[in-house]
């Protein structure tokens, strides 16, 4: 005869516990789900498409791309490009699941959610997901034509590349379809200012540095070891230290004067406001803080001191 905890063991075998659809359903409500709203959107309507339709085929062919594209970028920028048609068809679907599955998720019994339901949920926004990711792959050569432009010698084009695709990513996600005009349009003029603001706020950075240099290498300027170093040797500390820092990205310069007070920073930062401030985690500032501090310390060591000393005696 089988015991009833044998019967309970096979059911719940089976069928989801009560834990994992209790953490399912803490996860999906304190999901956004940000959408475009459109007057043609109604439930009854729905009609689940697969990302594998018409609107995602393609060969994906790296032919047409530069020669002279490094592998990593050809692979990134490999899918093929969207027609106006392809843009209307991907926007309307990806928004129309998204308020699909808020539709559902606000109809959810909190007290006892409907496994179906929640099922139903994740499907239309992993969807909703897979439409997104194509169209920004499917952007990603508009991004590199746009910032390929502004690359300095301070500012290189995967630092720029890096910014310009996180801008495409939140025009997506911004971008109203039923507008009349195409995607490329918008999100052009969303990259193009993204970069020119990085490029000038890195400008500023590296002037503020430059002013700042004083401040950081010799502290006050009435302190009297540093009224009696002659200007020669003043001069000497003071291109050492800007071509030190120079040395260092514009994270990494910004986060040791934050960090140690340097220049105009007149009180120390901790990790978690630059980590707010830079719109990473603490432990990456605090990689970031490790790896720029390895650099000086290493230049620091190269340096020519015998050099600094004879200015000081002559």
Not at 166 to 182: H, I, S, W, Y
Not at 204 to 211: F, G
């Amino acid at each position: 005869m089988v015991s009833a905890v044998s019967l309970v063991r096979a059911k719940s075998a089976h069928e989801p516990t009560r834990r994992s659809i209790q953490e399912r359903l803490s996860a999906l409500m304190q999901k956004e789900i940000d959408f475009i709203p459109n007057a043609t959107f109604e439930v009854s309507k729905f009609q689940p498409i697969s990302p594998a339709s018409d609107a995602f085929s393609g060969n994906d062919s790296i032919d047409s791309l530069p020669c002279e594209l490094p592998a990593h970028l050809a692979r990134l920028c490999s899918a093929d490009l969207l027609t106006r048609e392809d843009e209307s068809v991907l926007f309307r679907q990806m928004n129309f699941y998204k308020f699909l599955a808020s539709e559902h998720r606000s109809s959810l019994d909190i007290l006892d959610p409907d496994p179906q339901t929640l099922d139903s949920i994740e499907f239309m926004l992993g969807q909703a997901r897979s439409i997104r990711d194509h169209i920004i792959q499917a952007n990603l050569r508009l991004v590199m034509s746009i910032v390929k432009k502004f690359v300095t010698p301070s500012q290189s084009f995967d630092e720029l590349f890096s910014e310009g695709t996180v801008t495409l990513m939140q025009a997506v996600e911004k971008f109203d379809f039923d507008r009349g005009f195409r995607f490329s349009t918008y999100a052009y003029r969303s990259i193009s200012r993204t970069a020119y603001q990085f490029v000038a706020l890195a400008r500023e950075e590296e002037a503020r540095m430059v002013r700042d240099a004083d401040e950081w290498a010799f502290g006050q300027c009435d302190e009297p070891q540093i009224s009696s170093i002659s200007d020669r040797l003043l001069n000497g500390l003071r291109e050492l230290t800007t071509t030190m820092l120079n040395s260092l990205d514009r994270r990494e310069r910004f986060i040791i004067r934050s960090r140690f007070a340097l220049g105009s920073h007149h009180r120390v930062r901790t990790f978690q406001d630059l980590a707010n401030k830079l719109g990473v985690s603490k432990e990456r500032v605090r990689q970031i803080e490790a790896r720029a501090v390895g650099k000086l310390q290493a230049l620091a060591k190269d340096c020519d001191l015998d050099s600094l000393r004879l200015l000081e005696t002559n």
